[in-house]
């Protein structure tokens, strides 16, 4: 899958930016598919709204019970002063999360096969567990910034093994909210500087090291065409500016660690008998 200089690139990097992964047909049914679950999706039945923003947060039962499930999560920005929508629901939403992969055919589809099996192989993922779908909306407007942050701190394992498979689904570019990553080389292999934990009937982020982020001259923007399929290490700070333009940002990501890893028990995300985490195949 991968060619040799790819890989080298991957090591050296952190990150690797692989165009026209995924057709325009594949991208338009995973696009009808999250359409119809927002479509299904009752807003009133609650109002748990999603933020990284914040160094710690207050994370309610609703997301703590969506590692097995699909859930909407709504933009920070989606509620009014009067705790009503601004805009109409289908463009409120922040996020679906995070099971989808395992539940929804349409989702399994686009998740799992042979390309995507042979690319966790050849970025050293042998035995490939997908924990984690998310399709994120970074609506139009309202879109919230993604401070930077590692994947790894979400995913904790001895060793560090977490890879994000990032697709868009749409361009992805300056104005509407693109991922941006550090300048240069090296920056999967700086320390983990946070954990996102189980506390409580929660999670709380805790710090780790002291390592500071990249200031914003240290950092590049991957401005990349729909069908782009982005993956980077786990230990790779990156971030995603506001979105304050007329146009949607669509991107799903899953999260892989690798079976000869040892899971956290302390990570957020656990799964029960009932739903086994699986790989590509
Ligand atoms: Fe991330």
Redesign the pocket.
């Known amino acids: 899958m991968l060619t040799e200089i790819q890989q080298q690139q991957y090591q050296r990097d952190g990150f690797l930016v692989l165009p026209a992964f995924k057709t325009p047909d594949e991208i338009a049914a995973l696009r009808k598919r999250a359409e119809a679950l927002v479509d299904a999706f009752e807003p009133d039945a609650v109002k748990s709204i999603f933020t990284t923003n914040e160094q710690s947060r207050h994370v309610d039962d609703y997301f703590m019970g969506s590692a097995d499930k699909m859930r909407c999560f709504f933009e920070e920005e989606a509620f009014g002063p009067d705790g009503e929508l601004r805009q109409a629901k289908a463009l409120s939403i922040n996020k679906i999360g995070h099971a989808m992969h395992d539940l929804d055919p349409v989702f399994e589809r686009f998740s799992r096969g042979p390309a995507l099996a042979a690319l966790a192989r050849d970025l050293g993922l042998a035995a490939p567990q997908v924990w984690q779908s998310m399709y994120i909306f970074k609506q139009p407007g309202i879109g919230g910034e993604?401070g930077w942050?590692q994947?790894a701190s979400f995913f904790e394992t001895t060793p560090i093994t977490v890879t994000?498979f990032w697709f868009a689904l749409e361009d992805a570019t300056l104005e509407n909210g693109c991922l941006w990553v550090p300048a240069g080389a090296g920056g999967h292999r700086t320390p983990l500087r946070e954990r996102f934990v189980k506390h409580g009937a929660g999670a709380r982020m805790e710090k780790l090291d002291a390592t500071p982020w990249p200031d914003a001259q240290g950092a590049v923007p991957l401005e990349v065409p729909a069908g782009t399929l982005v993956v980077f290490h786990g230990l790779l700070p990156?971030y995603s500016a506001a979105n304050r333009s007329a146009k949607s940002r669509h991107a799903y990501t899953l999260h892989v660690t690798d079976g000869g890893s040892e899971y956290s028990p302390a990570n957020w995300l656990q799964r029960g008998a009932g739903l086994p985490v699986r790989g590509f195949e």
């Open positions: 993604v942050h994947d994000t990156h």
